[in-house]
Each structure stands twice: as C-alpha cells, then as structure tokens.
C-alpha cells in the first residue's frame, strides 16, 4: 500500500505546448494552469463545463447565489492574468475525467501533432494521462500536476490524501478493467 503513493504520481515537467487543459475538481488547477500560462507555455487555457453537484440542486431551488466550478475555474485563470480572449469552454455537464477527455479530444480536433498540458492533482495524474493519451493519439500528453496541493507519498499520514488515494486506486482500476460506472471514471 506504501507504493501507492509513488505510483499514482507521475508527473512531468511542462514544456511548451499548443493548450493547457485544466482538469475540474479542485481549484489549485486552474490556478497552476494561469502560471503555466503567464510564463508563456502555450497560447490558450482550456476548461471544461462540468455537471453541477447533487446537492447544489436543493440550495438553488431556494435561491442560495451559487458560482458553478466552471464560472469559478474562470475567475481564478482571469484574476490570474489569463485574458477571456484565451480562455477556452469545452464539454457540456462533463462528470468524469472519461467525459473530459472525450470533449476535450473531439473539440481540439483529435490533437493528433500538437502537445497539450494537462493540470490536474499529483494523486490524479497516472489516470488522468492514461485516459486523455487513449483519446488523443498522436498527441503529446504531458501531465502537470499542481504544486499548490499538498502531496505526500505516504498518503496515509494525511487524512484527505487518504481518501484521495483509496478513491483514486478504485477509479485507476475500475478505468483499467473497462468496468465504468454511471458515466464515466
């Protein structure tokens, strides 16, 4: 179990690149992805429209303001300095990182030539670059996880880390045995 946590990090140095996809699910990524932006790595920042929660449902039918994590992924990359103008949207209520791959691949054009940086979490990264490498062949997928989250490869000293690589494991194997559920790991 110890190896778990060196086995989900597989991380990459950014390099340029033709997009920078920032994965939903935490907003240290869109913050990461805003850096890698301003330092000049690849011309557009790309986020996906995601499903909103379950439980947003019952506090917006009384009418509590919520942003949307898309609506909230922009505002960090704009407050950071990425311009509208190379703010990209793609998907529609995506649920997975299947569902962003799938999206991001067909409104990318396939990829195939071009080199994507792809932000996501340090415990997310193994499955994150299996997935979106099996959507876009012949495309370079160069993993970028974020440096803002906290990481530590003994993942069971950390109570969220904890969840996160219990989770992640399960999605890694449930993806790998083609055993999806509802839409999508």
């Known amino acids: ?26 907003f240290f990524r869109p913050m990461y992805g805003a850096d890698l932006y301003r330092e000049g790595l690849a011309p557009q920042v790309w986020i996906s429209r995601i499903l909103p929660e ?22 960090i990359l704009l407050k950071k300095g990425v311009p509208a103008k190379d703010i990209r949207l793609y998907g529609q209520d995506v649920n997975s990182t299947r569902d962003e791959a799938a999206s991001f691949a067909r409104e990318f054009g396939g990829g195939r030539g071009r080199t994507i940086l792809l932000v996501t979490s340090r415990y997310h990264a193994r499955r994150a670059r299996l ?18 989250e ?13 969840f996160a690589a219990a989770t992640e494991t399960l999605k890694l ?11 999508g790991a």
Request: proline share 8%.
């Open 173 to 183: 194997l449930n993806y790998l045995t083609g055993s999806f559920f509802g839409r």
């Open 150 to 162: 906290t990481f530590d490869r003994r993942w069971w000293r950390h109570k969220g880390l904890t």
């Open 54 to 75: 379950e439980h947003e449902a019952p506090l917006r039918e009384l009418g509590v303001p919520l942003r949307s994590e898309t609506a909230l992924n922009r505002i």
């Open 1 to 26: 179990m110890a190896a778990v946590g060196w086995w989900l990090d597989c991380s990459d140095p950014p390099e340029r690149a033709d997009a920078i996809v920032v994965l939903g699910g935490g």
């Open 131 to 148: 997935i979106f490498r099996g959507r876009l062949p012949g495309s370079r997928v160069i993993v970028c996880p974020t440096p803002y």
